[in-house]
Every structure is written in structure tokens, then in C-alpha cells.
């Protein structure tokens, strides 16, 4: 059970709040969170990056990060389609690919996502983004469409730039930020905000060859590359200043630089004046480690001292400080590789840092103050590979290797995984047990006793390897049990305090998550979506909305996936307001099935449809309540159209007949409940047409325009609000010309032509009927092809139809219209005046007058963006596209001067907004890079607005039928599941501005 919580949000300091009170609707949810923890990244800002990844639904993934100790709430930074993220070098932003779009956020969730482009691409593996070390920029390739190298500012300022128009794999941006680096059969430098073309640095190379591998210097001014440039397949070693002032010089001396392992390009040391590389010189077939000044002003210096024919250097590693180099090599026995050090000017003779070895060294990294080398080796048994360290510095010539094993005795049945990490002056390792399970353990890297730091969860638990931080703590994944998910867990690496969950509560539709809510027609109730027991899991629940009692569940406890799960839960209610209808597998169903009961849950929801397969959505609820109207399959490829009394009294009945290509494509039920009008192909497959029936199916369904030939189809359709007539748009005059039509909804007359006849390719692109359904509205391209205009008509056809807009600009258009409650006017927005400009415009319904402007001056590149209805007046944001939009509110004839409500940039950008019932006051959210707020302001404009209440994202919000409070679905600071709040208005003072 949920228990009521009254909630005291966060309000900001330039705003005094009225006396409003918020109470959560929705309640706290406590049961566990099914989810699968897929992924760990260390920013290196003290927290740590994962994503989780639905068991249900894994096209999508949702990105979280929390502190590593805990201390702080988890935050939920981006959902998006794949595990690929890219951090800014502190940390402190991340980058990826979401809903189609490249978007940037702060790793602390203080800041809102950021769209910083919008592109296709194939698939994930073919996506990945870099973030410039200042974290000001970000670099990424298009895979679909054109092939191009981006760049574009990741607080989203400005326009994306085309850096390069081929493939790029793998560009480089420089340390200072300014620019970006690529090879693409040559090697090109491009300033990072695109202010120049890329120049190519490498310059000419024989027919056939390229060039790859490329490393930039620390300090940014030089940039080492490799290409077979002199000879195709003969690949050198080449250095060229990073900004193209002078030519390239080669480093390797003639001989073939060999690269076959990624770690193993060029390595500069941190100094910038040495390149540390493996090349195929003295003796064919025998690949040593040499060293050369960046500059090329001196020879290469062998560093791997005198080997033997056949032997080689496989793999190497420059210390942090810049003075040794690590490597293997079989120097002592062909195929046995051993671990090496040696100084990267050549100083003396290069040392054995592994001791004897049965096998061979695998893997090996260096501490970070470079004084000791940990490596994996089967040192003692071949096979058996264990974890070594050696100090790396104070060796002498001759002195055996002072190795130290760091790894417990294993087990039989255990292996050492190759992943080891080195954290300060401690190394994690994990093992390996039968069953699948891992332990892990942190040991002094100098040796000493090996500490457990996985904990044991029992029967059906589980635990990852354990990933150390920079910070020295230690995170890993785990399970308690096969129901309860996977979560995150850290811990010291001493292990000095036990494991903590940081995880935080999960998304997906889990628990606390409100999916949806409808407000009962006198406002005193709410029914929402959420899913509270399971995740992705959604049931339905009734609340009054004053909070006076919990929430009561109304659709009984559902076997997975729930209520329409991953989507919007399809509920429709009465009109009275006593029942409700909501698709669902209630009953352990593999399909849908639809149900219908008593809103306040007194009795069990009952299904209604029959035997059929799955319900799909779309279903109407008839405003008299008497019956519901449903689509299901038939079969996998056809559908019927159904109706059934809501209270269940008879089975259903199909509407439409079998045969065809048999899709229902869309339907809607007459205002009175009396008629259903639905579009179909049931009678020639492919062929659209559009039919009338009675919903209680007492007799058989008829055309609604009568026999056309066979390559015209019905396109729109709209009803009336009376049920005296059906308007939609055919070609059924000429084919390809989509006029618009009205008729009878009983289809006792034929259809009459409300427009001028269209030539081909015009269409009618929306209808709609006034409020008495004496006129329709439309938009077409009537006069001249493809300039949308609005138009209205009588819609009987009884007198030619009128255009409501004056003629626009070249390239103008009317984009949408609405009515006024009282049916005398239509708003319409248009780039009428100025192409590009879209504005607001107020017109009688008949055209008796010229249609006014009601909105204020725009300023330069702004738009009206969004506009609704109220008795009297009107509502408009004004702004940037996915930018700072302000509210306004103008009368609706223009008889006086747009009026701003939303206060300005202290505001901040407004998002949501609706008027009261009685269209004298307007609440509406904004955000201004923090939280969003709620407002409450009157219509006029006469006063300044008042915050309400501040919330991590407010989502959807409704007036209440009284006025007396507005219910909305948000969500609180570091929780990213939205719940349900009511919060109660306060009465507005008469304050004038």
C-alpha cells in the first residue's frame, strides 16, 4: 500500500510562492526493480556511469550516475539506444547517440539534455563520439546519408559543422581543443568550429598508398603517423607540425614499422620529444624497439638490445614519467615472451623485469608513479596464469628479477581473468569459479595478504568482477536474487566498510513510474498508469485528487508484461465518469484483450472482447458509455471491427465483412453513440473506402459516396459534432486529386463537393467541423499547388467555399488552425508575411472580415511555436526552436495588444502551459537550466506570475473541472520516475505590473 506524502518542492528565490500546496497522488513505491546492469564508466569526477538495460525491451537503454560512495541521489542522465557514451576529459559531460539525435548532458544531472544534432544511423556499431578535452566541442562521423565528419558545440549554441566529407574512422582532436585529426588516405587537420577546410598534412604518396596510426604530441604541436607513403606495403614512420607549416620528415630510417596490436601505435612520451615504435630494421623478420627524436633532428636508438634471429618485440608501454619503456619480447627463448624494461633515450642495456617463466608473459600495465609493472604469466606451470609485480626502477645489471606473487593460491576448477586493474598502490583481480561465478580481490601492489571484496548474495545471486576507480573504490554488479535485478554495488578496495547499493531506483515503466493519467469529468478523481508491483508492469489506479484517500487499484494484479507495456497505456472513461475501459493481458492472455468496470474499483474490471486475437489500440469508448468499439486481428494479416455492450449484456458483434485485403485502417463513433463511419480495403485489397454502421450492428454497413472507380481511394475523414454528417477527402473525381466531400452519415444522400475541383497531385491536408456543424474547415494547396490554405464551407455544400487567409508571401503556408469554443472564429498560424516567419491570425469563420495579427513583433529568428483556444483569448509561445520560448496572451480578435505572461528570461524557457475551465488563469512550467517550476498567472497578463512548486521534469499536466487544482505527472529532484501530484491554486491578488 502507498501512503500519501505532501510534498514541499523546491521554490525558487526570485519568485515568492502563493500559498499552494502539492500532494503526491501516486505515493512512494517500494517493491524491487527488475533490470539488467550492462555497463560501467568512470568519469573521473568521483562518480560512476552504467546502464540498464530493460530484460523486456532491449532495443533502449537508459544511462544513470551516481556517486561512488553513495552519498548523493543517482541521477537518470540520458535514455538512449546503445551503451556508446563519451565523457569530457573532467568528467563532467557525456555524450551520445538518443531517439535519433546526438545529445550531450552533465554527468551530476544538473543540467537538461542537449540536442546537439539530429541524423540517422544503421546501427550502433556504427556510432561513436569524442568530446574535446575542454568539453566544449563534439566530434562525430555520419554513417547514413552523407558520409561526414561533424563538429558542433555540446551546450547546443550554433549549427553543426561539416569538418569532412568521406569516411572517418577514428579522428583525434587535439589537446588544446582547436583541432581535429584524421586519416583518410592521407592525413588532414580541421579546425574544430569549422572556420577552415581541412589541409592536408602528409602530402604526396605513391599511387596505392595511405597513411594511419596517427598520434598527436602532449603539447598538441606535432603529430606522428605511419603509411606506406615511398613504397605500397612498405610502411614508415613520418612526423609533421600540427598546423601544417612545414613538411613532413621521416623518423624510421628505412625501416617497416610494425603496428599489429592497438597498443602498439606510435607512443609518444609525455614529454613530447621521443617516439618509442617497433620496426622491422636490422634483421629481416625480426622486430626490435627503437626510439627517435619527434623532430627527426637525430638517427633512431635501438632500445631492445642484441636478439637473436627470429626473435621479435611484440607489445609496448612508456611509463607515465616518460623515462623507461616496457615490452616483451622472446629475446632469451624463441616463442617464450618475457616482460622487459629499457630506457627511452637508449641509456645502458634493457632489463628483465618477469622472473623464469614455463609459458609466457600476457599481459602487463605500470603503476602510475611508474614505479612498479604488474603482468599476468603461466610463470609457474604452463597454463596456469597468476599475477606477478616487479619494482621497475634501482635495477642492476645482473641482479635476478625481484618478483613478488600477488595472487591467493587458485583453486582447482579457477582461472585468473586477463582484466587487472591498478589503483594507487593496491591491484584488483578476480578469479574465476565453476558455475560462472567471480570473486575478486584487492592486494598491495608491492605484495602482501590478497583481501576478498565480493560479497557472497547466496542461492540465485550474483556478482560481477569488480572495476576499481581512479578514486580507489571498487564497483561491481550484482544480484541478491534471479527476481530482483542486477544492481550496482562499490566499496573500498580495502575493503574497510562493507558494499554499499548506489544503484538508486530503476526506469522502464517500473515501479514509480506514472505512465498516463485522465481526470474524471467533474475533476474529483484521477485514474493513472504505473507500474507498482513488477517492473515494466503498468496498472491502473484511482485517486481523488485532493489526496484525501490512497490510490486504489482498479485493474487487479497482471502476470507479465502488464497493461500495454513500453507504450502509452490506452484508458478511456465515461462520460459520466463511472467506468473505465483499458486494454490489457490481464488474465495471463498472450494477447490483448479489452475490459471494461467501475472507475472507483467496487466491482472487478470484466472482459468484453471475444475470441478474437489481439486487441489492438485505438479502441472508443461511445460517449453514451452504452458500447465499445474495438479493432483485432482476424488472422496475422486481416482484421475485424467490433462492437460490444459496455456492460457486457452481448457478445460482441463484428461490424465489417470479410474479404478483401480486409484492414480496418482507422474508425470513429458518432457524438450520439448511434453510428460507427470507418475506412477500410475490405472490398478490393489495396482500395480504401469509406463505410457507415450502426454500433449495434442491426444493419449491414453501406458505402458512404457509393460505387468509384477502382484506383480512387478515401484519404481524411472527419464527423460532425450534431451526428447529422460525414466530410472527407477522395480522389473520386479525378485520380490523384483529393477533394473534399460531405454526406449524410446514414449515407441517404450522395456526397456533395465543398471545394472547387482540384487537378491532379492537390490534396486536402485536415478537416475539421465547427462546433455546429454548419461549416467545415480545411486546409489545401487550392489555388496554387503546394501553398497550403485554409478555407471554409458550408457543409451541406449549399454555397461556395471561402479562403480565410489573405494570399501569403512566396514560400508561405498555413501550418495549423483552431477553433474558439463559441464557433465564431478560427486562429490560424502562418508564414504569411514573411516565409519562414510562422505568426499568429485571427479570422470570422465565414470570412466576413480579414483575418488579424495577434501576435506581438517577432523578434529575428523567432517563431510563434504553440498556440491553444480559450473563450476569450488566446495562448502563444514565442521563441527558438528547441530554445528560450516565452507565453503570451492576446485577445481573440486583436483588439488589443499581445500581453506577456511568462515573466522573461528569470522564467526561463516555457514548455507546458493550459488554461482554467473558466479561461481567466493560466498555469503553465518552465525551466531556466535547472528543475522545472510550475506557474500560476492570471490570463490578462495584468500581474507577474508566481511559482508554484519546483520539480525535476513536470510531464503532463490538466486543470481540475472546478479550477481548484491542476494534476500533473513529475517527477522529483534525483528520482527519475515520474509520479502523480495535485497541487491546490491559490486565489491571485489584483497586483497590477
Given at each position: 500500500m502507498r501512503s500519501l506524502a505532501l510534498v514541499v518542492p523546491f521554490i525558487p528565490a526570485a519568485f515568492a510562492p502563493l500559498q499552494a500546496q502539492t500532494v503526491e497522488l501516486s505515493g512512494t513505491f517500494t517493491p524491487p526493480i527488475v533490470g539488467n546492469v550492462e555497463f560501467l564508466r568512470f568519469p573521473g569526477n568521483g562518480r560512476v556511469v552504467y546502464y540498464v538495460r530493460d530484460p523486456n525491451f532491449t532495443s533502449s537503454v537508459d544511462h544513470f550516475s551516481v556517486l561512488l560512495d553513495g552519498s548523493g541521489p543517482r541521477v537518470d542522465l540520458v535514455q538512449s539506444a546503445g551503451a556508446s557514451i563519451a565523457f569530457s576529459a573532467d568528467g563532467n559531460r557525456a555524450v551520445c547517440y538518443a531517439s535519433g539525435s546526438l545529445v550531450t548532458?552533465?554527468?551530476?544531472?544538473?543540467?537538461?539534455?542537449?540536442?546537439?544534432?539530429?541524423?540517422?544511423?544503421?546501427?550502433?556499431?556504427?556510432?561513436?563520439?569524442?568530446?574535446?578535452?575542454?568539453?566544449?566541442?563534439?566530434?562525430?562521423?555520419?554513417?547514413?546519408?552523407?558520409?561526414?565528419?561533424?563538429?558542433?558545440?555540446?551546450?547546443?549554441?550554433?549549427?553543426?559543422?561539416?569538418?569532412?566529407?568521406?569516411?572517418?574512422?577514428?579522428p583525434v582532436i587535439g589537446p588544446d581543443s582547436t583541432r581535429v585529426f584524421f586519416c583518410s588516405t592521407d592525413l588532414f587537420m580541421a579546425p574544430i568550429d569549422g572556420s577552415a577546410s581541412a589541409l592536408n598534412l602528409s602530402g604526396p604518396h605513391v599511387t596505392g598508398g595511405s597513411v594511419d596510426n596517427?598520434?598527436?604530441?602532449?603539447?598538441?604541436?606535432?603529430?606522428?603517423?605511419?603509411?606506406?607513403?615511398?613504397?605500397?606495403?612498405?610502411?614508415?614512420?613520418?612526423?609533421v607540425s600540427s598546423d601544417g607549416s612545414a613538411s613532413p620528415v621521416k623518423l624510421s630510417a628505412g625501416g617497416e614499422v610494425q603496428y599489429p596490436f592497438s597498443l602498439d601505435k606510435p607512443s609518444i612520451t609525455p614529454n613530447g620529444n621521443l617516439v618509442v615504435y617497433r620496426v622491422d630494421r636490422e634483421i629481416d623478420g625480426n622486430i626490435e624497439l627503437c626510439s627517435v627524436r619527434i623532430d627527426g633532428s637525430a638517427s633512431p636508438v635501438e632500445l631492445s638490445g642484441s636478439m637473436g634471429s627470429g626473435r621479435d618485440v611484440t607489445r609496448l608501454l612508456v611509463t607515465p614519467d616518460g623515462r623507461r619503456v616496457l615490452y616483451l619480447a622472446d629475446r632469451d627463448v624463441d616463442e617464450q615472451f618475457e616482460l622487459f624494461v629499457a630506457s627511452v633515450e637508449g641509456l645502458g642495456q634493457p632489463m628483465k623485469l618477469s622472473g623464469p617463466v614455463a609459458g609466457d608473459v600476457r599481459e602487463f600495465a605500470v603503476s602510475a608513479d611508474s614505479s612498479y609493472a604488474v603482468y599476468r604469466a603461466d610463470q609457474a606451470q604452463v597454463g596456469q596464469f597468476e599475477l606477478f609485480s616487479a619494482p621497475t626502477r634501482k635495477i642492476r645489471r645482473g641482479d635476478a628479477p625481484r618478483v613478488v606473487k600477488l595472487n591467493l593460491p587458485l583453486a582447482p576448477g579457477t582461472a585468473l581473468l586477463s582484466e587487472f586493474q591498478i589503483a594507487g598502490r593496491r591491484v584488483v583481480y578476480t578469479v574465476s569459479l565453476p558455475g560462472g561465478r567471480y570473486e575478486s580481490f584487492s592486494v598491495p601492489i608491492h605484495g602482501g595478504p590478497a583481501i576478498p571484496l565480493t560479497p557472497d548474495f547466496g542461492p540465485g545471486g550474483y556478482v560481477g568482477p569488480?572495476?576499481?576507480?581512479?578514486?580507489?573504490?571498487?564497483?561491481?554488479?550484482?544480484?541478491?536474487?534471479?527476481?530482483?535485478?542486477?544492481?550496482?554495488?562499490?566499496?573500498?578496495?580495502?575493503?574497510?566498510?562493507?558494499?554499499?547499493?548506489?544503484?538508486?531506483?530503476?526506469?522502464?515503466?517500473?515501479?514509480?513510474?506514472?505512465?498516463?493519467?485522465?481526470?474524471?469529468?467533474?475533476?474529483?478523481?484521477?485514474?493513472?498508469?504505473?507500474?507498482?508491483?513488477?517492473?515494466?508492469?503498468?496498472?491502473?489506479?484511482?485517486?481523488?485528487?485532493?489526496?484525501?484517500?490512497?490510490?486504489?487499484?482498479?485493474?487487479?494484479?497482471?502476470?507479465?508484461?502488464?497493461?500495454?507495456?513500453?507504450?502509452?497505456?490506452?484508458?478511456?472513461?465515461?462520460?459520466?465518469?463511472?467506468?473505465?475501459?483499458?486494454?490489457?493481458?490481464?488474465?495471463?492472455?498472450?494477447?490483448?484483450?479489452?475490459?471494461?468496470?467501475?472507475?472507483?474499483?467496487?466491482?472487478?474490471?470484466?472482459?468484453?472482447?471475444?475470441?478474437?486475437?489481439?486487441?489492438?489500440?485505438?479502441?472508443?469508448?461511445?460517449?453514451?458509455?452504452?458500447?465499445?468499439?474495438?479493432?483485432?486481428?482476424?488472422?496475422?494479416?486481416?482484421?475485424?471491427?467490433?462492437?460490444?455492450?459496455?456492460?457486457?449484456?452481448l457478445p460482441p458483434a463484428r461490424l465489417n465483412i470479410a474479404g478483401g485485403g480486409n484492414q480496418v485502417l482507422d474508425f470513429a463513433v458518432s457524438s450520439n453513440g448511434a453510428r460507427v463511419v470507418y475506412r477500410s480495403d475490405?472490398?478490393?485489397?489495396?482500395?480504401?473506402?469509406?463505410?457507415?454502421?450502426?454500433?449495434?450492428?442491426?444493419?449491414?454497413?453501406?458505402?458512404?459516396?457509393?460505387?468509384?472507380?477502382?484506383?480512387?481511394?478515401?484519404?481524411?475523414?472527419?464527423?460532425?459534432?450534431?451526428?447529422?454528417?460525414?466530410?472527407?477527402?477522395?480522389?473520386?473525381?479525378?485520380?490523384?486529386?483529393?477533394?473534399?466531400?460531405?454526406?449524410p452519415i446514414d449515407a441517404s444522400s450522395a456526397p456533395v463537393r465543398l471545394n472547387p475541383a482540384l487537378p491532379a497531385g492537390r490534396e486536402v491536408r485536415a478537416i475539421r467541423f465547427s462546433s455546429d456543424g454548419q461549416r467545415v474547415l480545411y486546409t489545401v494547396d487550392q489555388d496554387t499547388d503546394q501553398v497550403i490554405e485554409l478555407f471554409s464551407a458550408p457543409s451541406d455544400g449549399s454555397a461556395p467555399a471561402v479562403k480565410l487567409n489573405v494570399p501569403p508571401v512566396p514560400g508561405g503556408n498555413v501550418a495549423d488552425f483552431e477553433l474558439d469554443p463559441d464557433g465564431t472564429r478560427v486562429v490560424y498560424r502562418a508564414d504569411q508575411d514573411q516565409d519562414n516567419e510562422g505568426e499568429l491570425y485571427s479570422v470570422p469563420l465565414d470570412g466576413s472580415a480579414l483575418p488579424v495579427k495577434l501576435n506581438a513583433p517577432l523578434a529575428p529568428g523567432t517563431d510563434v511555436l504553440s498556440f491553444s483556444v480559450a473563450p476569450e483569448r488566446v495562448l502563444y509561445t514565442e521563441g527558438f526552436f528547441q530554445g528560450q520560448a516565452e507565453l503570451h496572451s492576446v485577445p481573440l480578435d486583436g483588439s488589443a495588444s499581445a500581453r506577456h505572461l511568462s515573466g522573461g528570461t528569470a522564467v526561463g524557457a516555457v514548455d507546458l502551459f493550459a488554461f482554467s475551465p473558466s479561461g481567466t488563469r493560466v498555469v503553465f512550467t518552465a525551466t531556466n537550466v535547472g528543475p522545472d517550476t510550475l506557474f500560476l498567472v492570471a490570463i490578462d497578463g495584468l500581474q507577474a506570475p508566481h511559482a508554484l512548486g519546483s520539480f525535476q521534469t513536470i510531464e503532463e499536466l490538466a486543470f481540475t473541472a472546478d479550477g481548484a487544482r491542476v494534476v500533473h505527472r513529475s517527477s522529483l529532484p534525483g528520482e527519475p520516475n515520474a509520479r502523480l501530484f495535485s497541487t491546490r491554486m491559490p486565489r491571485l491578488g489584483r497586483r497590477p505590473r
Open positions: 548532458t552533465l554527468t551530476d544531472g544538473s543540467g537538461p539534455v542537449i540536442t546537439v544534432d539530429s541524423y540517422p544511423i544503421e546501427s550502433m556499431n556504427n556510432y561513436s563520439p569524442y568530446i574535446s578535452p575542454d568539453g566544449q566541442w563534439v566530434v562525430y562521423y555520419l554513417t547514413e546519408g552523407p558520409i561526414e565528419l561533424r563538429s558542433a558545440r555540446s551546450d547546443g549554441s550554433g549549427a553543426p559543422h561539416v569538418l569532412y566529407s568521406a569516411h572517418v574512422p577514428l596517427l598520434v598527436v604530441s602532449p603539447d598538441g604541436t606535432r603529430v606522428v603517423y605511419v603509411g606506406d607513403v615511398e613504397a605500397v606495403g612498405f610502411e614508415e614512420m613520418y612526423s569488480v572495476q576499481a576507480s581512479p578514486e580507489g573504490i571498487g564497483v561491481f554488479e550484482g544480484s541478491q536474487g534471479a527476481l530482483l535485478g542486477e544492481r550496482i554495488f562499490s566499496e573500498p578496495l580495502d575493503a574497510s566498510s562493507a558494499p554499499a547499493d548506489i544503484t538508486g531506483p530503476l526506469g522502464f515503466g517500473s515501479p514509480g513510474e506514472v505512465n498516463t493519467f485522465l481526470l474524471t469529468p467533474d475533476g474529483q478523481h484521477a485514474v493513472y498508469a504505473a507500474g507498482e508491483d513488477v517492473a515494466s508492469m503498468l496498472e491502473l489506479h484511482y485517486v481523488p485528487t485532493n489526496g484525501s484517500l490512497p490510490a486504489v487499484e482498479i485493474s487487479g494484479t497482471m502476470p507479465l508484461p502488464g497493461i500495454n507495456s513500453y507504450g502509452d497505456v490506452k484508458t478511456q472513461m465515461s462520460a459520466d465518469g463511472a467506468r473505465v475501459a483499458y486494454l490489457a493481458r490481464q488474465e495471463g492472455d498472450t494477447v490483448r484483450a479489452l475490459y471494461e468496470g467501475p472507475i472507483d474499483g467496487s466491482a472487478p474490471a470484466e472482459k468484453r472482447t471475444g475470441a478474437e486475437g489481439e486487441t489492438f489500440e485505438g479502441f472508443v469508448l461511445a460517449p453514451d458509455g452504452e458500447h465499445l468499439v474495438y479493432r483485432a486481428a482476424v488472422t496475422p494479416f486481416t482484421q475485424g471491427l467490433y462492437a460490444v455492450r459496455a456492460d457486457g449484456s475490405e472490398l478490393v485489397s489495396g482500395k480504401s473506402e469509406l463505410f457507415t454502421v450502426p454500433t449495434d450492428a442491426n444493419a449491414t454497413r453501406v458505402r458512404l459516396h457509393g460505387l468509384v472507380a477502382g484506383t480512387r481511394d478515401v484519404g481524411l475523414f472527419a464527423l460532425d459534432p450534431t451526428s447529422q454528417r460525414v466530410a472527407f477527402s477522395a480522389d473520386h473525381g479525378i485520380d490523384n486529386a483529393f477533394d473534399l466531400w460531405s454526406v
